[in-house]
């Protein structure tokens, strides 16, 4: 079976761009070494890591991958740029972790490997490709029944265009300009209405609140701007 191409060739370019750069804590990737913590700590509140078979879908320079490898889990990670796949592999060697990374994508992964994982991650990545329940779906096949699935994106709201576009990428250059679009951002309806297309169960959704100037992350009721979102395969 073929399986169409889910990816935007201009979006892999530019965080192969970056992928030099993925590990400087103050560099263009600030943001995400900021976000990484909160994002490892609420996908361990959810699921027990050690010894668990985590997929990390989007998985740029590793550092998701990473933690959840440092926290006893048996990680794999994919992604469709090669050069921050090439940037996570040689971190390893700094690190002494393991995680098997892959260039493919969740749809092929799915036709290989249906119902092999525990738990997911997608942490802002659904907002870069061209269809985001496509990876809904996939995922879905590809975690066993019971499994966990984790996503991060963009509320598509004025608050996030203000905070997440012109505040990020042209007034605080947190993120380089063209970063992310507007129109890709992704409602929480729209996500958990992919969800039950799917036959997952959404059972949390928070908000995800960063200071830049202090550099702390924190939960948050409100989901206005980032999210992080929760849901389960029936077993």
């Known amino acids: 079976m073929t399986v169409s191409e ?4 201009s979006e892999t370019a530019k965080f192969d761009r970056l992928a030099s750069r993925w590990w400087d804590p103050d560099g263009e990737s ?18 027990s890591l050690r010894g668990a078979r985590v997929l990390d ?4 320079g590793g550092l998701l991958s990473e933690a ?3 926290a006893g ?12 796949l090439d940037v996570a592999r040689l971190h390893l060697y700094e690190s002494g972790l393991k995680v098997d990374y892959r260039e493919i994508s969740a749809e092929a992964l799915a036709e290989q ?13 659904l907002e870069h490709v061209p269809d985001p329940a496509s990876i809904v779906d996939a995922c879905t096949r590809l975690l066993k029944p019971g499994g966990r699935w984790f996503a991060s994106t963009l509320n ?19 993120l380089p300009r063209g970063t992310h679009h507007y129109r890709q951002f992704i409602r929480p309806s729209e996500l958990a209405a992919a969800l039950r297309a799917s036959g997952l169960e959404l059972d949390d959704l928070r908000g995800l609140e960063y200071n830049p100037l202090t550099r702390r992350a924190r939960l948050v009721d409100s989901v206005a701007v980032n999210y ?7 077993a």
């Not at 490997?113 to 990545?125: H, K, L, W």
């Open 156 to 174: 598509r709201t004025p608050q996030a265009f203000a905070l997440g576009i012109v505040g990020a990428e042209y007034l605080l250059r947190l």
């Open 68 to 70: 959840l490898a440092a």
């Open 30 to 47: 600030r943001p995400l070494h900021d976000l990484n913590p909160v994002r490892l700590a609420y996908v361990a509140e959810r699921v």
């Open 228 to 234: 992080l979102a929760s849901a389960r395969k029936p």
């Open 57 to 60: 879908v989007g998985c740029g």
């Open 6 to 9: 889910n990816v935007d060739r």
């Open 73 to 84: 889990a048996d990680v794999t990670a994919i992604d469709l740029a090669p050069g921050v």
């Open 113 to 125: 490997q249906p119902g092999s994982f525990d738990a997911i991650t997608c942490m802002e990545m």
